[in-house]
Nanobody, 124 residues
Framework: QVQLVESGGGLVQAGGSLRLSCAASGRTFSRYAMGWFRQAPGKERELAAAISRSGDSTNYGDSVKGRFSISRDNAKNTVYLQMNSLKPEDTAVYYC?????????????????WGQGTQVTVSS
């Protein structure tokens, strides 16, 4: 089982940038596709971005396309989410998750391990 710890959240003004990191324990990180999900108060958890096991394929939620970028470093057991041109509607708790599938799944049901989340707040 993979344990995940997110970092990098915080308060930023609209138009600013943040970079989230998710460090994974264990030796099997490269066997998992990884995803970043987010959940705002009163809303369902939604995909922000996902990346395949090898890192050569990605998927993005419609609301973040062109602004967010997901990447991974399998040697460091870490996945990143670079968030640019942030908007107040990006405010949410961001969760890192791992899936045993090889592709960048967009389905929350395919993710089996979850981090505790990191708060991102974008002020207008």
């Amino acid at each position: 089982q993979v344990q995940l710890v997110e970092s990098g959240g915080g308060l930023v003004q609209a138009g600013g940038s943040l970079r989230l990191s998710c460090a994974a324990s264990g030796r099997t990180f490269s066997r998992y596709a990884m995803g970043w999900f987010r959940q705002a108060p009163g809303k369902e958890r939604e995909l922000a971005a996902a990346i395949s096991r090898s890192g050569d394929s990605t998927n993005y939620g419609d609301s973040v396309k062109g602004r967010f970028s997901i990447s991974r470093d399998n040697a460091k057991n870490t996945v990143y989410l670079q968030m640019n041109s942030l908007k107040p509607e990006d405010t949410a708790v961001y969760y890192c998750a791992s899936s045993p599938v090889s592709w960048p799944s967009m389905s929350v049901r395919e993710y089996v391990n979850w981090g505790q989340g990191t708060q991102v707040t974008v002020s207008s």
